[in-house]
């Protein structure tokens, strides 16, 4: 079993739709989390950053955690098609020099006009 | 802004080849990673390295190697490729505390 799961989809969605991407883990001793966005053909940049359960919003973006039941979210609103993207959760145990993030598998999202 | 930056987006090589695959930081970040990223198996750890000439393996090192003679510049080596080697390849640098970020990676075909 994975430590970090993830529907790799394909979701496809309107313009306009609010986007629901999940991410569940088995390792309890995870504390900061990430989503990253993926175009194609390029690297990772990083999305939203947290640190342990609570709420984080950033513009259309609001990434939820959920350590009570190891689950992480990234919610988008009002989705463009600039969003189509595959997304990536990723959490890490500490902060350490050395510390290993642990990566989901992605998922492709496609916002259509 | 931080910046990392990788030689080549774009490389063919033949099998047997050596291949080097740079990658630079301006951040002076202590830890530096590399990645592969393959269809349906996500992003998976090579090597990683969190301060000068040290390295850790990763997830996968076999038929891999890295080299860290400065902070700023991490380096993957392929010693003999192989065509199970196309893909992917995806530097990051992160500060001891604080958020890692990524090159724009280098897409490797092994002929």
């Known amino acids: 079993q994975k430590e970090v799961e993830q529907d790799p989809g394909p979701l496809s969605v309107p313009e306009g739709a609010i986007v629901s991407l999940n991410c569940t883990y088995s390792n309890s001793a995870f504390q900061y989390f990430m989503w990253y966005r993926q175009y194609s053909r390029k690297g990772p940049e990083l999305l939203m950053y947290t640190y342990s359960s609570g709420n984080k919003e950033d513009g259309r973006f609001t990434a939820q955690v959920d350590k009570s039941s190891k689950y992480i979210s990234l919610f988008i609103r009002d989705s463009q098609p600039s969003d189509s993207a595959t997304y990536l959760c990723a959490m890490r145990v500490g902060e350490t020099s050395g510390s290993r993030l642990t990566f989901g598998e992605g998922t492709q999202l496609t916002v259509n006009p | ?111």
């Open chain 2, 1 to 111: 802004d931080v910046k990392v930056t990788q030689s080549s987006r774009y490389l063919v090589k033949r099998t047997g080849e050596k291949v080097f695959l740079e990658c630079v930081q301006d951040m002076d970040h202590e830890n530096m990673f590399w990645y592969r990223q393959d269809p349906g198996l996500g992003l998976r750890l090579i090597y990683f390295s969190y301060d000068v000439k040290m390295k850790e393996k990763g997830d996968i090192p076999e038929g891999y190697s890295v080299s860290r003679e400065k902070k700023e510049r991490f380096s993957l080596i392929l010693e003999s490729a192989s065509t199970n080697q196309t893909s992917m390849y995806l530097c990051a640098s992160r500060p001891p505390v604080g958020e890692q970020f990524f090159g724009p990676g280098t897409r490797l075909t092994v002929l």
